[in-house]
């Protein structure tokens, strides 16, 4: 299901803004998982987050695992064109997986 | 990484006929493998979790009957569109976990478009 709270629904930057994207919830995860998602494809996974307050960065991405294990957040430095597409959150606890909505990310040249 | 691949990536069939998509895990094994579905521009909703040896789990509003999983190996589960019909057009992701405990990740596959006509 999906019980994460992902925002915003949708942002619209120019090239070369920075982008900033978090998740939250009202339960606990052990692992923060950051996907992309371009159009008519499956997701991809940009980063994991597998301990509270560990930041990680993946070239121009960084993201955070939330101190509380509530909450992440997905920073994109420098945007290009080709960030264009949904950007989806998920949080794991054992065998439980939960999505958030996904951000739409448009990206004007 | 870790790659999981999904066939067909595409496929169209008749109203009434049964598909079948498989997700394999390349390069790990994977106990448990998970199914979505996507509507245009909306998030994943997850269909079932299906492990390995085992009967898979559906989410509410999932009928199991139409909907057949089978992981019958660690890399390798399939999802059966039975009696399917136009409104089971979609598009269907599947995902596998890699690694067990705190330290495991999930990767999706390609996705399969169906289109039922």
């Known amino acids: 299901g999906q019980q994460l709270n992902q925002s915003p629904q949708s942002m619209f930057i120019q090239e070369g803004e920075d982008v900033s994207m978090n998740c939250t919830s009202s339960s606990i995860f052990n692992t923060w998982l950051w996907y992309k998602q371009d159009p008519g494809e499956g997701p991809v996974l940009l980063i994991a987050?597998?301990?509270?307050?560990e930041l990680t960065s993946n070239g121009r991405l960084t993201a955070q695992f939330g101190i509380t294990r509530k909450d992440s957040f997905l920073n994109i430095s420098a945007s290009i064109p080709s960030d264009v597409g949904i950007y989806f959150c998920?949080?794991?606890?054992?065998?439980?997986?939960?999505f958030g909505a996904g951000t739409r990310l448009t990206v004007k040249p | 990484g870790a790659v999981v691949s999904q066939h067909p990536s595409w496929v169209i069939c008749k109203s009434g006929t049964s598909v079948k998509i498989e997700c394999r895990s390349l390069?790990?094994?994977?106990?448990?493998m998970f199914w979505y579905r996507q509507f245009p521009k909306q998030s994943l909703m997850l269909m079932a979790t299906s492990n390995e040896g085992s009967k898979a789990t559906y989410e509410q509003g999932v009928e199991k009957d139409k909907f057949l999983i089978n992981h019958a190996s660690l890399t390798l589960s399939t999802l059966t569109v039975t009696s399917a019909h136009p409104e089971d057009s979609s598009f269907y992701i599947c995902?596998?976990?890699?690694?067990?405990?705190?330290?495991?990740?999930?990767?999706f596959g390609e996705g399969s478009w169906l289109t039922v006509v």
């Open positions: 998920a949080g794991q606890l054992v065998g439980d997986m939960r």
């Open positions: 995902s596998a976990r890699s690694g067990q405990g705190t330290g495991n990740t999930i990767y």
């Open positions: 987050l597998y301990k509270a307050g």
């Open positions: 390069d790990f094994q994977a106990t448990t």
